[in-house]
């Protein structure tokens, strides 16, 4: 029996709710082991349904048909009287210049197939289990093959300058991550090509294709499609920390977002965020990046009461 004047240990209850809690998150994430994977395959099966009676590879293919046009001396941003429109700066036209030079078939295929090849490396990479190649929206940009796919493997792969050449917006990632190699590497790229690019012409047609772009995207899924959630996401920008942010920011806030910008989040998403993420709709990713940073907090909360209870944490 124990003393009854002896004085229980203070740590003693904070040890046990650092194991009920630890316990219960254990629980939960095998939980979501089971549900995210059915999620993603359920949400993927129900696009590809819809994409299935298009040719794969589409979206690739009007990226070089812009390339092929500016080859040609025409204009790469005319704006067609129906059918998405080419928007992108020039310099991603440098990056599709192997593809413009292929057949449109050998191209399309190829787009298709290194966007499959590169989605496998960055989840393997990251250590991520396989059913992450299921992640509705990276399902919809390696259908179409856009070249945004290319975008997060080539910033894990450290050729960042080579990412901001493909898509512009890889440019804030690598500045969050203070990659300044990188960035200075980017900006001569910039300089040197600027010549040789029709900038003049971007520049001419920005407002036609801008409002295009914002006509196709129904003003995207980004938070500048839905204003009064701005508060929200920006706390949530705050709680997450700089390194974590600098692969929400593009999905989060950059405008006229497509559904296929919230796979650059994969080098830090969570099952959980990941289940708002796959949702093709307004608000899904100002509510996915409030859910981690729901989690950080969580997690900070865990990491006090292991300290409390005087527990190391977990590796």
């Known amino acids: 029996m124990s003393d009854p004047g002896q004085t229980k240990d203070p740590a003693e209850p904070a040890t046990i709710r650092a194991g009920v809690d630890d316990t219960f998150v254990e629980r939960f994430r095998r939980i979501l082991w089971l549900v995210v994977p059915a999620w993603f395959v359920i949400v ?3 696009r590809l349904s819809v994409l299935l009676p298009t040719t794969p590879g589409y979206d690739g293919m009007l990226y070089r048909d812009a390339t092929l046009r500016w080859l040609e001396g025409g204009n790469p941003w005319a704006v067609p009287t129906n059918g998405a429109v080419f ?10 210049l192997p593809f413009a030079v292929l057949p449109e078939a050998l191209a399309r295929i190829s787009l298709v197939l290194l966007g499959v090849i590169a989605s496998v490396w960055l989840i393997r990479r ?3 289990p396989l059913w992450w190649l299921a992640f509705p929206p990276l399902v919809d940009g390696l259908y179409i093959a856009n070249p945004h796919v290319f975008v997060a493997p080539l910033i894990v792969a450290g050729i960042g300058p080579l990412a901001v050449v493909t898509k512009v ?10 990659r300044w190699r990188a960035i200075v590497i980017t900006a001569a790229l910039v300089v040197v090509t600027a010549p040789f690019l029709p900038w003049s012409q971007f520049i001419d047609q920005w407002g036609a294709v801008n409002a295009a772009l914002a006509s196709q995207s129904h003003g995207g899924l980004s938070v500048t499609a839905t204003p009064l959630l701005i508060p929200i996401a920006v706390v949530a920008a705050l709680v997450i920390g700089r390194n974590r942010l600098a692969w929400w920011v593009v999905p989060v806030f950059w405008p006229y977002t497509q559904w296929y910008y919230s796979s650059l989040v994969l080098p830090v998403v969570t099952p959980l965020a990941a289940v708002a993420l796959a949702m093709p709709i307004q608000g899904a990713t100002t509510l996915a990046i409030a859910i981690a940073a729901g989690e950080v907090l969580l997690e900070r909360r865990r990491q006090a009461k292991r300290e409390l209870a005087g527990s190391p944490a977990p590796r």
């Open 44 to 46: 993927s099966a129900i």
């Open 87 to 96: 928007g992108a700066p020039p310099p991603t036209l440098l990056a599709m």
């Open 126 to 128: 990251l250590r991520l």
């Open 169 to 178: 917006y890889a440019g804030p990632v690598l500045v969050l991550l203070l």
